[in-house]
């Protein structure tokens, strides 16, 4: 049985060997091949590794002695315990001429496995993943977030930081790899085969294990910070405190793990954004349950969202009764046409008059407030949106709409009169939901002050 014919799910830890043979380079002293096939003994508490060919035996031999921690890796993963185990050569192996392929040891390998190489044995995970926005990750460089990395704080600051979650574009000059775009697993690589994307990013190499991409810390080494902080949401969620306090019982090992079959104590990031249901078959396109997106300073709804929303019901109606569900999405709507009408559509119009007016720069960031509308909704509005879209009620409030309001009336309407367009604040705060700026009424003001010395004291 060849190893490229195996079953997907004996597959999915094949991102391991070349990432690390790229870095390390060829092992010195490596022993010649075997002249038969030999069973690697996996450790006494792990289940049996199945037949190494030759190929993958040499590779094995070389690195117990000069990277053991990769090997012990992958004698944990699901490739090795196949029958055929599916080693290092049958997920590096190279053509010559590929852009990364190098000599070593007298074979060609490529330095990164792609999710084009994934493909041979995933075709149908690596094509869902390609059309899904995580795909895309890495095409942010003309975006507003990486001139702010590059320009204005350093392209350093971006190898290091934006580019470690959304992917560098890996490139090789003189036959090795830049090291300002590699090592790098960021989920939108922009690989030198062409394809995007990066597996091991949720499926860490080298055991790549299903048990991790289920469990949420996986997604918050990116989906976090003030920006976009769904894993301290999640955590704070009732699904978040479900889920840490009923681990032993999420069952993760489960090789189909469906929900409401396989466990029902808590859904983690995987449960809702990807994985099956009675109605469902499991998707690697993290994004087509999703209706709104909440990225952009106005939040859109996306193409047929009522589809995508249907989908996502269907795996909340696993644990939840339907009027839940929808009273859910309700209040979600409302809290996000909320932040679009009364703060978000009016600031960004008053941006582009501004500009219009060239009161400020077309050049961003040069101009104090370019920084204040950034934050109000980059920052601000975005934890207010995703606070409600997870059930965050701190990060809905505190974190978010709070901060949204604070800094609205508190900077960036006075900076707007600062600049001279005290007409532009005039007519936002002629609109009814801003009419408390003009001064609570006097029964407004007595109630607050009987309840707080109620509750305190005077």
Known sequence: MQPLQLHATRSAHRLAFIAAIAILGPAAGCPPPSAHNVVVKSPADKPALGAVNEDDQECIECHEGETPGIVSHWKTSAHARARQAVGCYACHQAKAGEPDAVEHNGKIIATIVSPSDCARCH????????????ASAGDILASLDNVLGEVVEGVPAVTNGCLQC??????VKAGKLDPATWPNTGIGRLNPDGSKGSCSACHARHTFSSVLARRPENCGKCHMGP????????????????????VPEMNLKSKKWRVGVDYSAAPTCATCHMSATANLPITHDIGSRISWTLRPVISKKLDNWDKRRGEMKQVCTTCHGGQWVDNFYAMFDSAVNLYNSKFAAPAKAIMEELKKAKLITLTPFDDKIEWIFFELWHHEGRRARHGAAMMGPDYTQWHGFYEVAKHFYG???????????????????????????????????DKIKTYYNGRYGK
Do not use: C, M, T
């Not at 075709?123 to 995580?134: C, G, I, Y």
């Not at 959304?166 to 490139?171: L, N, T």
């Not at 609109?431 to 003009?438: C, G, L």
């Open 411 to 445: 900077e960036f309407l006075p900076e707007v009169e600062r600049l001279g367009r005290k007409d532009l604040v005039d007519k936002v705060l002629s609109d009814q939901r801003h009419q408390w700026k003009k001064g609570l009424s006097k029964e407004l003001r």
């Open 166 to 171: 959304h992917g560098s574009r890996v490139k």
């Open 123 to 134: 075709k149908k995970e690596s094509d869902e993943f390609q059309k899904s926005h995580h």
């Open 227 to 246: 920006d976009h902080p769904q894993i301290e949401i999640y955590k704070e969620s009732k699904h978040g405190v479900a889920f840490f306090g009923s």
